[in-house]
């Protein structure tokens, strides 16, 4: 026999008190053997007082007595508070609807801004073993305020099934793959500078191909996106190149190619650091001065 949700469970059976043995309902004492009329009680009931159970039949006798049913609170229970614009509690700030803005003036009369401690957005721009990643995770680990690397290759290798290797030709597929990277790393960046985290992204931008490169980056991001070119010799990034593995990995000829495009950054009017002779941290310091110079004087691009 099935009971409706909410409906209270039958008692367990006990003899003389099972279900068609001489009473309706599931209260227990409700029922009597043939014969043996219900006691009689002589005198009007008692008068209920407040808080107290409504009086019986003459002969019942509730299973459970019922508690009393507690009064209804004087005022609603009022709303928790919002939580802490401070971040103390785990608030984390979405980005605004707009872009990212241009990067403020020195404050206090200074002439120069302290790159080191500016809340920035930098894109590092590069070919394929210019070394831009590795410059770009060791400016962001050795700031002095909260930075985040946000390399678009290995955004990109977030698709793991049906992944578009650009190794095997650049198609529809893989050009669709590269600009929802390159859509989402634009919202991680704004999201953490909403949040006061400074962040650099990498990615090798053509300059022969604004609308997509550069463009997109500065519809998803913002204006106040810092552009940096890093641009070594060819013989030096055939030779990082040779070093790298999977899918990182290009060609010779790839790499001459995109190096040979890369060459139209020159006149640009973006800052351009060739760091053919520079080691990582050196170039790190050269990134330094070229952002300070962006702050005071942001290029125009």
């Not at 409504?54 to 919002?82: E, N």
């Not at 690397?149 to 650049?170: C, K, T, Y």
């Not at 053509?206 to 070594?232: A, I, N």
């Amino acid at each position: 026999m099935q009971h409706s949700v909410g409906a209270p469970l039958p008692p367990p059976h006990q003899p003389g008190h099972g279900p068609g043995q001489g009473g309706a309902g599931w209260a227990q004492g409700t029922s009597h053997h043939p014969g043996h009329p219900p006691a009689h009680h002589p005198g009007p009931p008692p008068a209920p007082h407040h808080g107290s159970p409504p009086p019986q039949p003459p002969g019942s006798h509730p299973a459970h007595p019922v508690p009393p049913v507690p009064p209804a609170p004087l005022h609603p229970t009022p709303a928790p508070p919002p939580m802490d614009p401070s971040g103390a509690t785990g608030h984390i700030q979405l980005p605004p609807g707009g872009p990212v803005p241009l990067p403020h003036p020195p404050a206090g009369g200074a002439a120069v801004a302290d790159a080191s401690q500016a809340a920035v957005a930098v894109l590092l721009i590069g070919p394929a073993g210019a070394g831009k990643t590795t410059v770009a995770r060791h400016w962001a680990d050795h700031r002095r305020v909260p930075t985040a690397h946000i390399s678009l290759d290995d955004v990109r290798e977030w698709v793991r099934s049906g992944f578009a290797n650009p190794q095997s030709g650049w198609n529809e597929n893989s050009e669709a793959q590269y600009r929802l990277a390159r859509r989402t790393c634009g919202f991680a960046a704004r999201n953490f500078l909403a949040n006061g985290i400074s962040c650099i992204l990498d990615d090798a931008v053509f300059p022969d191909r604004p609308v997509v490169g550069l463009g997109g980056w500065k519809r998803h991001v913002g204006p106040g996106l810092l552009p940096v070119v890093v641009l070594p010799g060819l013989e030096v990034v055939l030779e990082r190149n040779a070093a790298r593995s999977g899918n990182r990995r290009l060609s010779d000829e790839e790499v001459a190619r995109i190096h040979g495009r890369m060459a139209g950054w020159y006149g640009s009017g973006l800052p351009i650091i060739d760091n053919s002779t520079y080691d990582v941290a050196t170039t790190a310091r050269m990134l330094d001065e070229v952002v300070t110079r962006s702050i005071a004087s942001p290029p125009n691009w």
